[in-house]
């Protein structure tokens, strides 16, 4: 008998540990043009039929719009919604320093095939009137914005994937991926950028600086806005530990001009 409870214990453990669900992520692609993708922790064969998806994405402040928002799952339309920081603040939602924008695919069909941690794009959009500070960022179910909204804020994907019932199998905005960082897409001083060069690009071990300015600092990015290196400035730099993908890389000058520029690490 302490076998039996010992297996059953076991089993739903295991349950509870490799749960089938999806998080979702922010994409940074070029200059300030995004997508947001969901990452499942599952296989699933095609017969996977996702119903209808929402979240929310937090923007500074502003005259900072959403644009040209194209449906990736489908061709599906999204519809999306702003509430700007003042009318949260009436609501008493916030410190007035955000605009919110809820984005909600309808109720459908599409069935889908994939493995776990494979991005699945959703949206894409545009943000306007290039802001170079702050940030963009997925709000979190927990945020008390989305707990005081009542669910209209919330993150969730509604999905069958058991051709058994249509439930929410939303787990959480993904590691790294929750946010990006305008100021990673600043405008760069236009002199600087005509005298410096960074190569190899793809780079797999090092890349290397040249330039007749007086740099100071170097700063790299992943393309979610985080951070990964930050050093006083060298012509020789080590990039052999970090993952395979694209990334940004801002030098900065004597004068704190800065200049950014993309490159892949193989």
């Known amino acids: ?80 919604t702003e509430y700007d920081a003042a009318f949260l603040s009436g609501l008493s939602l916030g410190d007035g320093t955000r605009d919110a924008w809820a984005f909600n695919l309808p109720p459908g069909q599409t069935l889908l095939a994939h493995t776990a941690a494979q991005q699945i794009d959703l949206v894409s959009f545009t943000v306007t009137n290039s802001p170079n500070s702050g940030v963009i960022s997925l709000l979190a179910n927990s945020d008390p914005i989305a707990v005081g909204a009542g669910g209209v804020l919330d993150s969730f994907y509604n999905s069958n994937i058991d051709n058994t019932t249509t439930q929410d199998y939303f787990s959480a905005i993904a590691p790294g991926l929750g946010s990006f960082d305008f100021a990673t897409l600043s405008d760069s001083d236009p ?47 080590d990039v052999g530990k970090l ?11 004597l004068q704190n001009k800065k200049a950014i520029r993309k490159i892949v690490i193989d």
């Open 1 to 80: 008998m302490n076998k039996i409870y010992t297996s059953l214990i076991l089993s739903l453990t295991l349950l509870l540990t490799y749960g089938q669900n999806y998080d979702l992520g922010i994409i940074h692609m070029t200059g300030y043009n995004f997508k947001v993708v969901a990452i499942p922790d599952f296989d699933s064969s095609g017969n996977t039929d996702i119903s209808d998806v929402g979240f929310a994405l937090m923007l500074p402040a502003g005259s900072f719009d959403i644009t040209n928002v194209a449906g990736l799952l489908g061709g599906r339309t999204w519809s999306t």
């Open 191 to 237: 002199v600087l950028n005509s005298h410096l060069l960074i190569y190899p690009n793809p780079a797999s071990d090092y890349i290397f600086i040249e330039t007749s300015a007086d740099l100071t600092r170097v700063v790299i990015y992943n393309v979610a806005g985080k951070k990964v290196t930050e050093m006083d400035f060298e012509d020789k730099i």
């Open 243 to 253: 993952a395979s993908g694209l990334y940004f890389i801002e030098v900065q000058d």
